[in-house]
């Protein structure tokens, strides 16, 4: 132990983000366990490296006793007075016992040591990092594939894109470079696990967050999002702006915005629609492509009743009812679809009943 592995402490300090003194703390409690090993385990004993030298000595930890019962970790007053008049009973004596031949122990034991709490730092530290990341958006670099789990390089560490979270159909060849969403980072013996989404609707508001500066500087809001991972997302918005369009400055000029976002999610589509205070406009903004001629609400059960032209039953229902079923998620209300001559057969019904 020298001066020389001070230096290696402040370059570690420097290149990986590791306080010197979490490797001095440890070496110091790895040490006591290593004296007790080699020198007997009944003394109280102190480890300290000089922060400067790099030196260690080792101290046996004695209380100043009036009767000494146990000598290993007990002093009588006089003796005490010996090393320093100042003590009384109560006091801790620290005596320097440091063993001829504990530098080499020591070396030894710092290698292990800084080796193992080197790992453990850094994985705290990518804890830390990614833990603060949760729910934001991240580009890997696909690694490997297992058992149906994609393994990422984040860079620093590596991230799993387990199957519930996969875009179904979706292809991942390794180095293929993607966006995902941080979706729980978990701290684990192993170090932090960081638990990847491709499908999860956050990651859709957050290319729209990195594509959209309207959005990212917080004059288009995004309001929801309903999404079916690999097949269609609604995204309704509203702008805080009047003279900014929300759908707009979504789409971008020709389509430039969205459709960086639709080729980043390997041509999902993307409806995006305006939100409104008023429900009734809301509701049928969100049946969008479909044209809606009438929206009736009950407030107390949250269920609307919709019509839209004959020929556009088909469009605002949506291939196995997808259209109907995003749009019910958006704005979290049931949605009753009915064509503009199921709703008069409906009314003439009703007359007749009546």
Same mark, same amino acid.
């Given at each position: ?12 300090? /420097? $290149?990986? =983000? ?7 703390? #440890? ?8 004296? /007790? ?13 000089? /922060?400067?030298? %790099?030196?260690?000595?080792? &101290? ?14 007990? +002093? $009588?007053?006089? *003796? ?13 004596? @620290? ?7 504990? =530098? ?5 034991? #710092? ?8 790992? $453990? ?16 958006? +991240? ?37 293929? /470079?993607?966006?995902? &969403? +941080? ?7 192993? %170090? ?9 609707? =956050? ?7 990195? *594509?959209?500066? *309207?959005?990212?500087? =917080? ?10 991972? %690999?097949?269609?997302?609604?995204? #309704? ?23 960086? +976002?639709?080729?980043?999610?390997? %041509? ?29 609400? $009950? ?20 291939? *196995? ?24 057969? @409906? ?8």
């Amino acid at each position: 132990m020298n001066a020389e592995f001070i230096e290696a402490l402040e370059e570690i300090e /420097r $290149d990986k =983000g590791i306080p010197k003194e979490v490797i001095f703390e #440890a070496l110091e409690a790895a040490l006591i366990s290593s004296y /007790r090993k080699n020198f007997g385990t009944s003394q109280n004993v102190e480890v300290i490296v000089d /922060r400067e030298t %790099g030196n260690v000595e080792v &101290y046996a930890k004695k209380t100043v006793v009036e009767e000494v019962k146990n000598s290993l970790l007990e +002093i $009588d007053l006089e *003796e005490a007075k010996k090393i320093d008049d100042k003590y009384k009973l109560g006091d801790i004596v @620290m005596i320097k016992i440091t063993p001829r031949n504990f =530098g080499r122990i020591a070396a030894q034991t #710092a290698k292990q040591v800084v080796i193992q709490r080197i790992k $453990d730092a850094e994985r705290d530290v990518i804890y830390e990092e990614f833990v603060n990341r949760e729910n934001e958006i +991240i580009t890997g670099l696909v690694q490997r594939i297992s058992k149906n789990i994609v393994y990422v390089d984040l860079g620093k560490t590596e991230g799993i894109l387990p199957p519930t979270e996969q875009i179904e159909g979706e292809v991942y060849n390794q180095g293929d /470079r993607i966006k995902l &969403y +941080i979706l729980e980072v978990k701290k684990t013996t192993k %170090g932090p696990q960081i638990i990847l989404s491709r499908s999860h609707p =956050g990651l859709v508001k957050r290319l729209f967050e990195l *594509e959209v500066p *309207e959005i990212h500087d =917080g004059i288009v809001e995004i309001y929801a999002i309903s999404r079916e991972a %690999g097949s269609r997302t609604k995204i #309704a918005v509203y702008s805080k702006d009047p003279n900014v369009e929300p759908v707009g400055a979504c789409v971008g000029i020709k389509g430039s915005r969205v459709k960086a +976002i639709v080729d980043e999610l390997n %041509g999902e589509k993307i409806d995006i629609v305006v939100w409104s205070k008023n429900i009734e406009e809301f509701i049928a903004n969100s049946l969008s492509p479909s044209s809606v001629l009438k929206v009736e609400i $009950d407030e107390k059960n949250k269920t609307a009743l919709v019509v839209v032209p004959d020929y556009q039953l088909s469009l605002a229902i949506g291939k *196995e009812g997808q259209n109907a079923r995003l749009a019910a998620k958006l704005t979290n209300w049931k949605i009753d679809i009915k064509s503009e001559s199921q709703y008069k057969a @409906m009314l003439e019904n009703q007359n007749k009943s009546s």
